[in-house]
């Protein structure tokens, strides 16, 4: 399987070298294309859940600290809060997980970068 890291502009690779690769091959470049879709929104969706487990980890703080100044109210508000971002927690958890196992499936689909020198699959001199 590739490296997704290879799929990523920003992060110093090259789609076009796999597009390359996949026409040499005979197979869908479009496959490039929607891997890069599904990474992009699997991105997202785990920037969303780090949000969350940042807010929840602030929350927790907070509580923390009215706890230690005797508001046992005001904690007690943050505490019923905390049941719904663990809630929110959980289902993104599981987008998230459901993004990246759509994107690993649609990963594998794709070859192994094909070597200059190797001529096109339809080329190639039979045995």
Do not use: Y
């Amino acid at each position: 399987m590739l490296d997704i890291n290879l799929f990523r502009a920003d992060k110093g690779g090259n789609p076009d070298i796999i597009r390359e690769s996949q026409r040499s091959r005979f197979a869908p470049v479009e496959l490039v294309d929607e891997v890069i879709a599904l990474d992009k929104a699997w991105r997202e969706r785990q920037f969303e859940l780090d949000k969350i487990r940042q807010e929840l980890n602030a929350t927790s703080k907070k509580i923390g600290k009215l706890k230690a100044s005797k508001q046992e109210e005001e904690a007690k508000k943050l505490m019923e809060s905390t049941d719904e971002i663990k809630k929110s927690l959980a289902a993104k958890e599981a987008e998230v997980q459901e993004a990246k196992s759509t994107l690993d499936a649609k990963l594998t689909t794709i070859g192994n970068i094909v070597h200059a020198s190797v001529p096109p699959a339809g080329l190639r001199a039979a045995p």
